[in-house]
């Protein structure tokens, strides 16, 4: 009896392993290959939208910037233990005129955007001590600590003696 459940068992659990890697898909599907049908100034944003849908980002300056996404991710190595890494990260950048006319095309690949420098230097708040800002919200805080005044009627009590 216990041979039978054993098989059954191993039988179960080999049936149900696969020996494909997960993936986890996001954004548009192909989108380099969709990226070349588009043509600058000659597609239009029905025709965008119609071979890539909605953009993932849209943002309005002098002209409309629309940003499409695309990334697969994959479980890594025994070595990693199994965590999520990112094997393809494409974007595509578009810029489309007021009359709807597609103006300029950038697409970056992970290897396009590991050549990117980002800075590391970050800006610091000047916040002096003798600061309107810092009177106020020291007041503030004195007020919040003791509503009544009773601490700062104490302290004149005790430097009075």
């Given amino acids: 009896m216990f041979k039978i459940l054993y098989i059954f068992f191993f039988a179960l659990v ?4 696969s020996f494909e890697k997960v993936v986890k898909h996001h954004g548009v599907p192909f989108l380099e290959k969709k990226q070349k049908k588009l043509i600058i100034n000659q597609s239009t944003s029905n025709d965008v939208r119609k071979l890539l849908g909605s953009p993932s980002t849209r943002s ?3 002209n409309d910037v629309w940003i499409y996404i695309e990334r ?4 890594s190595g025994l070595k990693n233990l199994g965590q999520m890494k990112i094997y393809k990260n494409d974007i595509l950048v578009l810029e489309i005129d007021n009359y709807g006319t597609l103006k300029k095309k ?3 690949n ?3 955007m590991n050549k990117i420098k980002i800075i590391d230097e970050t800006t610091e708040a000047s916040f002096a001590r003798n600061s309107f800002i810092y ?3 020291s007041s503030m805080r004195q007020k919040i600590n003791d509503p009544l005044g009773v601490r700062a009627k104490k302290r004149k009590e005790i430097s009075q003696r």
Wanted: overall charge negative; hydrophobic content about 30%; charged content about 30%.
């Fill in 106 to 108: 950038n697409f970056y």
């Fill in 110 to 112: 992970m290897e396009d």
């Fill in 60 to 62: 309005k300056f002098d």
């Fill in 135 to 137: 009177d106020f919200m």
């Fill in 72 to 75: 697969k991710q994959t479980q």
């Fill in 14 to 17: 080999v049936s149900n392993c």
